[in-house]
């Protein structure tokens, strides 16, 4: 625990007091295998390099407004979409900013992280909750905001099927997308923990891989056709090949997961499943979907998610889930309150 100057914030920013923040898979990896994301030089939008505050996966309360803003109130609740773009380039004013080449991600590239009392971020990365939705769901809008565009890539209707690989936060989230939607998914995991929260929040149709060949139990599940898509959310070449050799001939193959080492791919496993191979990067225009969706009930985090304190941040958090020991793990920042930022 470390003491920094709280944060102010400038034209078109917004003061945040942070009251929870989520551990993701990619803030595992910066820890236990970077420098990946985070810089050693300046980033060339934000100038910032390490060392930084982690904690991109946020709710916080506005706290105070910076020149310029007129839509917000001291005392609103919103959710962070931590990516800020240059605003200009071709990608940014089509719509899709998730691919601006000089974007910076809050808790890797900006100042502040949502792993602390206060944090400043734009305005157009805060995104006001609805009514109903607590703070504690909306530090889990980024995630689902994934999962939401991992549903999206798959182009599948009511009626379909998917196979989901990994029940981490994201598999469980892209899980609760396409239920939604009216799609029948089968999820594979081979953690006992993960399987047992699956059947927890509802699903039905579970595999363990260390237990059976996972795509000859999907071709079952299907009548032999394979799956209409297929989710890598595991990020492992067995749970990649596993939804290549599982899809339907001229189906689509997801990978929302990040690989830490290259993947060997046989051209002939292309060419003759004639498959759609795609990636998810961000979330992209999906938080106002998202939090609608939460507050209709969408994303129930009953089973899945628990809570930690800020000083327990790496026994508690980042050592379990480097285990694959629980779920989805928020700081409670409010637990901290006394504590410097």
């Known amino acids: ?3 920094v100057p709280e944060p102010s914030p400038g034209a078109g920013e917004v003061k945040l007091r942070v009251l929870y923040n989520g551990i993701c898979g990619s803030d595992l990896h910066e820890y236990y295998e970077g420098p990946l994301t985070t810089r050693s030089t300046p980033h060339p939008l934000t100038g910032v390099k390490n060392p930084v505050i982690l904690g991109h996966e946020l709710s916080g309360e506005v706290v105070e407004l910076g020149a310029g803003i007129e839509d917000l109130r001291i005392g609103d609740l919103v959710a962070v979409e931590p990516v800020e773009t240059c605003g200009r380039c071709l990608d940014c004013t089509s719509g899709r900013y998730n691919h601006c080449s000089l974007l910076a991600f809050h808790g890797y590239n900006r100042r502040g992280g949502g792993l602390s009392q206060f944090t400043v971020v734009r305005r157009s990365m805060a995104h006001k909750l609805a009514p109903g939705i607590t703070p504690m769901q909306g530090a889990l809008i980024e995630p689902m905001a994934i999962a939401w565009r ?4 798959c182009e599948l209707s009511a009626g379909q099927t998917a196979v989901i690989h990994g029940a981490g936060p994201i598999g469980i989230g892209v899980y609760f997308t396409l239920r939604r939607r009216g799609v029948q998914c089968i999820l594979s995991d081979p953690s006992p923990a993960r399987r047992e929260v699956l059947r927890a929040i509802g699903a039905e149709r579970i595999l363990d891989p260390r237990r059976c060949d996972v795509v000859d139990a999907i071709k079952d599940l299907t009548g032999g056709r394979g799956a209409d898509a297929s989710i890598d959310a595991a990020g492992v070449p067995a749970a990649f090949q596993a939804a290549l050799h599982g899809t339907a001939i001229d189906g689509k193959v997801v ?23 795609t990636g998810v990067a961000l979330s992209c225009n999906a938080f106002p979907s998202v939090i ?34 629980g779920s989805k793990i928020l700081v409670d920042l409010s637990i901290a309150r006394g504590a410097p930022p």
Request: proline share 5%.
């Open 292 to 325: 609608a969706e939460m507050a209709a009930g969408a994303y129930p985090e009953a089973g899945w998610v628990e809570t930690i304190a800020l000083d327990r941040l790496i026994e508690d958090g980042f050592e379990r889930l480097h285990r694959q020991e």
């Open 1 to 3: 625990m470390q003491e």
């Open 255 to 277: 990978v929302v997961a990040i690989h830490s080492r290259p993947l060997e791919v046989s051209p002939m496993d292309i060419l003759m499943s004639e498959a759609h191979i």
């Open 150 to 153: 991992t549903a999206d890539r």
